[in-house]
């Protein structure tokens, strides 16, 4: 591309690059999953349920990028199936804090293996060094792109 061209070089856009290993990567984990029975929406829940239990639905949507209508569905689905549950009414508010059970842990376990086996293969032939560093520059990526929204959301309108 030369010098006056509008538009980005996909062959050194750290963007385009990023997005092409998301893709694959969900690729990747929706394969090791399907056998499971499972989508990467249904197991990023239940894993951060495993690290956060009693979270809420709008809280779990955040964490696995979904709307919190398409989280409440899964939810019950989940909690149906015996994966999850949560009480007939919010112990403080309106938020229903959800959790674990021991089929859903059995269920995570198997899930959790597949995915990490997807992830080693990934990093395969990059050093630690080299992955502690990609680490912390995505980290950054993420701080600096929300740090750009909130800067440029406009505060809220008092009423």
């Given at each position: 591309m030369s010098q006056g061209e509008v538009g980005i070089n996909l062959e050194v856009s750290v963007g385009y690059?990023?997005?092409e290993a998301s893709s694959a990567l969900r690729t990747a984990m929706e394969e090791v999953l399907r056998p499971l029975g499972m989508t990467v929406t249904h197991y990023s829940c239940?894993?951060?349920l495993a690290q956060r239990p009693?979270?809420?639905n709008s809280a779990l949507a955040r964490g696995t990028f979904v709307t919190r209508q398409?989280?409440?569905v899964l939810l019950q689905a989940l909690e149906r199936d015996g994966y999850v549950t949560r009480p007939d009414a919010a112990p403080v508010?309106?938020?229903l804090p959800t959790r674990l059970t021991p089929r859903g842990r059995?269920?995570?376990e198997k899930a959790s293996a597949a995915i990490r086996a997807v992830e080693n293969r990934m990093l395969a032939g990059i050093p630690a060094t080299e992955q502690a560093a990609i680490l912390r520059a995505l980290r950054q990526m993420t701080q600096s792109l929300q740090g750009a929204a909130e800067a440029t959301t406009p505060p809220p309108a008092n009423r």
């Open positions: 690059a990023l997005k239940l894993e951060l009693g979270l809420s398409a989280m409440n508010g309106r938020a059995r269920r995570l």
